[in-house]
């Protein structure tokens, strides 16, 4: 079992910043892939972003490359998602997750956050 709690979210005007954060606890995080989705209302959970176990591999979604950052501190047993130049539409609740696999579908992951929330006003 792995536990997840999300933390950083919250309102900022667009074109702001803002640092999520991913606490693991449980079996050991670093043997995991990490990943953030969201999730708009009356909208699908999407991909965000992923990282693999080492960090060495990173996978975004076209609409926030280049905005948004993925990056984990294994030792710390967390992962963050550091998010720039945010727009209107990057409204929504935020949740991170592992996977086992490599994968950037919601099913491939097993475990999730409870979400934290994040709106970006225009």
């Known amino acids: 079992q792995v536990q997840l709690v999300e ?3 919250g309102l900022v005007q667009a074109g702001g910043s803002l640092r999520l954060s ?3 606890s449980g079996r050991t995080s670093s043997n995991y892939a990490m990943g953030w989705f969201r ?18 591999t990173k996978s975004y979604a076209d609409s926030v490359k280049g905005r ?8 710390k047993n967390t992962v963050y998602l550091q998010m720039n130049s945010l727009k209107p539409e990057d409204t929504a ?9 490599w994968g950037r ?17 225009s």
């Open 105 to 121: 579908q919601p099913t491939t992951y097993n475990y999730w956050g409870q979400g934290t929330q994040v709106t970006v006003s």
């Open 7 to 9: 933390s950083g979210g």
């Open 22 to 24: 991913c606490a693991a």
């Open 39 to 56: 999730q708009a209302p009356g909208n699908e959970r999407e991909f965000v972003a992923a990282i693999s176990r080492s960090g060495s």
């Open 93 to 101: 609740i935020y949740y991170c997750a592992t996977a086992s696999n």
């Open 68 to 75: 948004f950052t993925i990056s984990r501190d294994n030792a």
